[in-house]
């Protein structure tokens, strides 16, 4: 059964960092891009970076660009998000999945509890 597990939220200042992990099992992780996705109360969840398998090749959506780092050890099928500069509109409850987009991940059938990211003063 494909399982995932966030963690590392919490509270984060405006400026400061966290670094969220996602362990996944259930299927051979190297052979799959990996994505993080994020929701905010009131709205629908966003994909928010991925990453390839293989050469790693990476991609954020604009407003993180310059201040996330998606990166992933297959040997530990473990999948993590660097978050430098935090701003309050990163307040989200953080998710991971398998491929790049949603469709990719409604394969799975799969989604996590998700990891709470707070940011406040």
């Known amino acids: 059964q494909v399982q995932f597990v966030e ?4 509270l984060g200042q405006p400026g ?5 992990s996602c362990l996944a099992s259930g299927f051979p992780s190297s052979t799959y891009f990996m994505s993080w996705y994020r929701q905010a ?3 629908e969840r966003e994909l928010v ?16 660009v310059g201040r996330f780092t998606i990166s992933r050890d297959d040997a530990k099928n473990t ?3 660097q978050m430098n500069k935090l701003k309050h509109e990163d307040a989200a409850l953080y998710y991971c999945n398998r491929g790049a987009d949603p ?7 799969s989604w996590g509890q998700g990891t709470p990211v707070i940011v406040s003063s």
């Open 7 to 10: 963690s590392g939220g919490g």
């Open 16 to 20: 400061g960092s966290l670094r969220l």
């Open 41 to 43: 109360p009131g709205k």
């Open 49 to 64: 970076a991925w990453i390839s398998n293989g050469r790693e090749t990476t991609e954020y959506i604009d407003s993180v």
């Open 79 to 81: 999948l993590y998000l």
């Open 103 to 109: 469709a990719s991940a409604s394969v799975s059938n």
